[in-house]
T-cell receptor, first 115, second 117 residues
Framework: NAGVTQTPKFQVLKTGQSMTLQCAQD?????MSWYRQDPGMGLRLIHY???????DQGEVPNGYNVSRSTTEDFPLRLLSAAPSQTSVYFC??????????????FGNGTRLTVT | AQKVTQAQTEISVVEKEDVTLDCVYE???????LFWYKQPPSGELVFLIR??????QNEISGRYSWNFQKSTSSFNFTITASQVVDSAVYFC??????????????FGGGTRVLVKP
């Protein structure tokens, strides 16, 4: 099983450039999400989706766009990169269950540097 | 709003010592879920345990144990007889128990554990 696959693993951008971080899962999970990890701040939720065609904002959505056209894919777009977006980005997915929440399965992360 | 606080930013111990990681949370929900994740130096996030707010039974799994106390809003984690391989950042997290919200987790800032040989 591939699980949650993120590409690329590393990326360097110049201020103002755009790019898309890719995330794909092969577990048929309804729920997918993007987090960013910054030193001392843990992981903060950027955007999430509870199914194809449905997305919503998390704690820190500004500067990021998402879409969910299929169950498997949940790309994260940076329209105009800023140095404040230098971070490690994690994609995560899980089932949505009525009785209890299943744990999130995380990708291996994308380390993004904006100069 | 939900909040998770891990007051210990870094803990350093010598191998075979026990280490306890503190986690305090805030939520207005009556039903919620608590998690611990481990992030080793390689960077991936590894799920360790999940607890729901109705289950205050403490658990031991090998060298790991968890102490959930709803009265003090704490969900502490202990590693017994620590090993060098336990060196990692440990995150406590809290989620809502609302199906429509999916699995939105609020994470604490993490505690870095360094186990010296």
């Amino acid at each position: 099983n591939a699980g949650v696959t993120q590409t690329p693993k590393f990326q360097v951008l110049k201020t103002g450039q755009s790019m898309t971080l890719q995330c794909a899962q092969d577990m048929n999970h309804e729920y997918m999400s993007w987090y960013r990890q910054d030193p001392g701040m843990g992981l903060r939720l950027i955007h999430y989706s509870v199914g194809a065609g449905i997305t919503d904002q998390g704690e820190v959505p500004n500067g990021y766009n998402v879409s969910r056209s299929t169950t498997e894919d949940f790309p994260l777009r940076l329209l105009s990169a800023a140095p404040s977006q230098t971070s490690v980005y994690f994609c995560a997915s899980s089932y949505i269950q009525s009785s209890y929440n299943s744990p999130l399965h995380f990708g291996n992360g994308t380390r993004l540097t904006v100069t | 709003a939900q909040k998770v606080t891990q007051a210990q930013t870094e803990i350093s111990v010598v191998e075979k010592e026990d280490v306890t990681l503190d986690c305090v949370y805030e939520t207005r929900d009556t039903t919620y879920y608590l998690f611990w994740y481990k992030q080793p130096p390689s960077g991936e996030l590894v799920f360790l345990i999940r607890r729901n707010s109705f289950d205050e039974q403490n658990e031991i799994s090998g060298r790991y144990s968890w102490n959930f106390q709803k009265s003090t809003s704490s969900f502490n984690f202990t590693i017994t007889a620590s090993q060098v391989v336990d060196s990692a950042v440990y995150f406590c997290a809290l989620s809502e128990a609302i199906k429509a919200a999916g699995n939105k987790l609020t994470f604490g800032g993490g505690t870095r554990v360094l186990v010296k040989p």
